[in-house]
Each structure stands twice: as structure tokens, then as C-alpha cells.
């Protein structure tokens, strides 16, 4: 069989379609459940490798290095979330924040409508920024991923939400909330911070408390123990892999001679 698609485009399509089968597969499990998460993991591992295409462009030491095509890939992604954020406000939703590929919106509308709102911006916002752009075809699509009962920002890409629903299914009462970029899902922190860590955010995402008298008490408690109590290597060691030899981390010597 002979195609004219190129060979990047074309991996890239069958990886995105591999994605798109296991995202299906996990939209059908309850939110939180053992087989909902294996189905989120194996989507997310052919999102890793589909982003990687980026990468092989993007990088100088690639035989496709092609820096147009690596900044392409970013202003449009930025471009088209500046438009949805701009045609949410025609709607009186508000949207609070995007990142990347994704945008947040709160708004005083239910599941359906904000359903309606994800349509209208594919059947027709999408297809006229294609038109302005004179774009040979149309691959850009929204899809409503989730909705939280209530997420806590501490900064960009760093935050812990309570699933509602995860595309479409009501998560169980006892599902984990997501969480992005803070230390409890890093490796480069410490034992002791990551457990602390996780109990503000079950704290604050399950059990819905926010009384700020228990997270006082809960800091105090553990000021006391890090300082009054003998605390194990494990504990307090923070682990971080290098990535290059030894000899290159040198400290060098300044223009000062210090």
C-alpha cells in the first residue's frame, strides 16, 4: 500500500489513536477504581510518547530538528486556548486558568451545558479560527474531560482537586483526588513532607474541611515532631538522580577568584 502521508505524521496519528482507545476504555470505569486508573496509565503512556514527537523536532541534536515546527506547535496550542478563554466569556463563563492543552472554566451552568458549550466550540468556533488561519484541515478538538467538586491551586501546574465526575462518570466516594506538581507525587522531596503533604490535601479535598484551626493544630503537631522527635535517614533524605558525570558538577572558580 502506497500512502503520501509522512512518517512522522503518520506515527503520530497511530499513537494518538492508541491514546484515544485506552481514554475511551477509562471513560467507561468508575472514577478512582484500580481498572480506571490501569486504563488512565496505558492513555498516558501513548500521550508521553505522542508529546515526544514534539521533542524529537524541538531538539537540535535530532536528524528532524525543525525549530519552525517546534514553535508552531506551541503558539498554536497557546493561540487556541486564548480563543476558547475569550469565547467563554461571550457565554459568562469564566475561565480561571490553561495550561498547555487544557483550560479550566467555573461558570454557573450544569453538566449538559457545559456539554453544549464543548460542541459549540468544536462545530463552530474551531472551524472559523481553521478558516481565519487558512489551515488545510481541521484536527483540533475539544473534549470535556472532567469536572471538580472543589481544586486548590498553590501556583501554575501545582494543585490537588476532588473529582465530581471524570468524563461523564460520578467518582467514587472514596476516589483519590488529582494531583499536579506538588511534592506529594515528587520523588525529589522528602519521606516526611510527602505524608505531610498528603494529609492537608485529604484534609482539604475529602474531607472537605476548612476550618483553619485544624491545619494549625496539624502544623504545630508536626513542628513538634520534626524537632522533638528522633527522625529515621529515610525520613528526611531526598534522593535526586544526576544527569551528567560527577566531574562536571566541579565547583568552578568565579571571575573573582573566589
Keep these: 500500500q502506497i500512502t503520501t502521508d509522512a512518517l512522522l505524521p503518520t506515527a503520530l496519528k497511530s499513537m494518538l489513536a492508541l491514546r484515544a482507545d485506552w481514554a475511551s476504555k477509562q471513560a467507561s470505569l468508575p472514577p478512582g477504581s484500580s481498572d480506571w486508573t490501569d486504563a488512565g496509565r496505558r492513555s498516558t503512556a501513548y500521550k508521553v510518547a505522542a508529546n515526544s514527537f514534539y521533542g524529537v523536532v524541538g531538539s537540535p541534536y535530532s536528524r528532524y530538528f525543525d525549530r519552525e515546527i517546534a514553535e508552531a506547535v506551541t503558539q498554536a496550542g497557546a493561540y487556541?486556548?486564548?480563543?476558547?478563554?475569550?469565547?467563554?466569556?461571550?457565554?459568562?463563563?469564566?475561565?480561571?486558568?490553561?495550561?498547555?492543552?487544557?483550560?479550566?472554566?467555573?461558570?454557573?451552568?450544569?453538566?449538559?451545558?457545559?456539554?453544549?458549550?464543548?460542541?459549540?466550540?468544536?462545530?463552530?468556533?474551531?472551524?472559523?479560527?481553521?478558516?481565519?488561519?487558512?489551515?488545510?484541515?481541521?484536527?483540533?478538538?475539544?473534549?470535556?474531560?472532567?469536572?471538580?467538586?472543589?481544586?486548590?491551586?498553590?501556583?501554575?501546574?501545582?494543585?490537588?482537586?476532588?473529582?465530581?465526575?471524570?468524563?461523564?462518570?460520578?467518582?467514587?466516594?472514596?476516589?483519590?483526588?488529582?494531583?499536579?506538581?506538588?511534592?506529594?507525587?515528587?520523588?525529589?522531596?522528602?519521606?516526611?513532607?510527602?505524608?505531610?503533604?498528603?494529609?492537608?490535601?485529604?484534609?482539604?479535598?475529602?474531607?472537605?474541611?476548612?476550618?483553619?484551626?485544624?491545619?494549625?493544630?496539624?502544623?504545630l503537631a508536626m513542628r513538634d515532631w520534626v524537632l522533638l522527635s528522633p527522625l529515621t535517614l529515610e525520613q528526611v533524605r531526598i534522593t535526586k538522580s544526576l544527569a551528567k558525570p560527577l566531574s562536571e558538577y566541579a565547583t568552578k572558580e568565579k571571575l573573582d577568584g573566589t
Design 80 to 219: 487556541l486556548i486564548r480563543k476558547t478563554m475569550e469565547y467563554a466569556k461571550t457565554k459568562s463563563l469564566n475561565p480561571v486558568y490553561g495550561d498547555t492543552d487544557s483550560i479550566f472554566i467555573t461558570g454557573g451552568i450544569d453538566q449538559a451545558g457545559f456539554k453544549e458549550f464543548v460542541k459549540d466550540c468544536n462545530e463552530n468556533l474551531y472551524p472559523q479560527v481553521i478558516r481565519d488561519t487558512k489551515a488545510p484541515t481541521n484536527l483540533i478538538h475539544l473534549a470535556y474531560e472532567k469536572e471538580f467538586e472543589r481544586i486548590v491551586f498553590t501556583s501554575a501546574k501545582r494543585y490537588a482537586g476532588a473529582y465530581r465526575h471524570y468524563k461523564g462518570k460520578p467518582a467514587e466516594a472514596n476516589a483519590e483526588p488529582e494531583i499536579k506538581g506538588l511534592e506529594y507525587k515528587r520523588g525529589d522531596a522528602s519521606k516526611i513532607a510527602r505524608q505531610f503533604q498528603k494529609q492537608v490535601i485529604d484534609l482539604l479535598c475529602k474531607s472537605k474541611i476548612e476550618e483553619p484551626a485544624t491545619y494549625t493544630a496539624l502544623v
